[in-house]
């Protein structure tokens, strides 16, 4: 049979469709193109934001168009349970049940089911992590790897506790133990994904963290880098940065959950944090790692947000100096705390406010890479396109290589030369 997936959202949510491809080809599945005609079709759904939610019933109902049984997972799943006006699906798992897919709709087409089946359980209750297979080929140079699911922090905007339950740990063990095969077949370098990485071990019974996942796999032969991917700054204690400093493995680039540099915005988005702590987790790092990039999500309209408010995040978005700024605006979830709050911003004020964050952060990413050129830097290369070699530095600069050879997969020092819009162009 033919199957195809649709991933929409985080960088968890691809490597747990990485997972169920997985799945699907040890049992003899075909895997083809979304955009093909397959027996079944799955959309592991995003339901981050409104437009996440959109764009999944979207995806939805384009696959429905097509013929074959459609495969709701994800997100989206534990947000509808009991949505008797659903569409355009015939089975949907939650994200406690991803992983005995393969059985879930084996089972619905065996029984030959008409009805919607439903196989979402109570993410609330879960207590460990769940997890049976792992990733042993790598479809990239660069692949992420999972080492925790869930969120305790309960921010006022945030669905995601609600969606993906409390933090549950994978053991160190299995972490190790899928990096090294992942390396075995070709990997160079591996992102640290999951909800909330700055909480892992905190549900272990063994007093481990975050940084000894990152000095337990720094050792591993044949590994080139570790990139972290998005992390809460209470975790960037100057303890864990020095120690941190002392993996050579572990790239320059930190990923840090602000959302806000204003501290009455912090403080009504439930952060437990300062803009002051910001400032001073960069300052650290600074001092330990030589010209770290900075990349950060920022929320816009917050509830309340008033033009000082938000002007405060723009002038700590200049102190940084971030590499890369993701915006959004703010978008009200159901069983949030902030949906309910006074003084909703009007969306053409965040929209405005939006445009003019990411002009702001457009300006600070070319003097970044402007400070980067002439210099000598490391390069992974990931892919080769038209005469070029593509791949980034360790600080998270997209690189281009004019070759003939293939060395994707190998590490390259190159001159970084000339920007050129999204890439910047290298001398070997």
Known sequence: MKIAFYTLGCKVNQYETDLMIKKFKDRGYTICDFENIADIYVINSCSVTNLSTRKSRQYLSRAKAKGGIVVLAGCYSQEVLGDKQLKNVDIVIGNQEKDDIV??????????????????????????????????????????????????????????????GRVRSRSLEKI?????????????????????????????????????????????????????????????????????????????????????????????????????????????????????????????????????????????????????VHAFKYSKRKWTVAAKMKDQVDGNVAQKRSEILISTAEGLKNSYISSELGNRKKVLIESKKYGYLYGYTPNYIMVRVKSDEDLIGKEIEVTLNKIQKDVVDAIK
């Open 176 to 324: 190790e133990e899928e990096v090294k095969e992942l390396v075995k077949s070709g990997v160079g370098e591996v992102v640290l994904v999951g909800i909330e990485i700055a909480s892992y071990g905190k549900d272990l019974e063994q007093d481990i963290s975050l940084i000894d996942v990152i000095e337990k796999i720094n050792k591993i032969k044949g590994l080139k880098r570790i990139r972290l991917g998005s992390i809460e700054p209470r975790v960037l204690t100057k303890e864990n940065i020095i120690r941190m400093s002392r993996c050579e493995k572990l790239c320059p680039h930190f990923h840090i959950s602000v959302q806000s540099l204003d501290n009455n915005v912090l403080k009504r988005m439930n952060r437990k944090y300062t803009r002051e702590d910001i400032f001073e987790v960069v300052d650290n790092i600074r001092k330990y790692f030589k010209n770290p990039a900075f990349t950060c999500d920022i929320i816009v309209g917050f509830p309340g947000e008033s033009d000082e408010e938000f002007e405060n995040t723009i002038d700590g978005v200049k102190k940084v100096a971030f590499y890369e």
């Open 103 to 164: 059985e879930i709709v084996e089972r619905y087409v065996n029984e030959k089911n008409k009805k919607v089946t439903y196989k979402v359980s109570d993410i609330s209750k879960a207590k460990r992590y769940i997890q049976t297979g792992m990733l042993t080929q790598g479809l990239q140079v660069r692949e992420s790897v999972k080492i925790e699911d869930g969120c305790n922090n309960f921010c006022t905007y945030c669905i995601i506790p609600y969606v993906r």
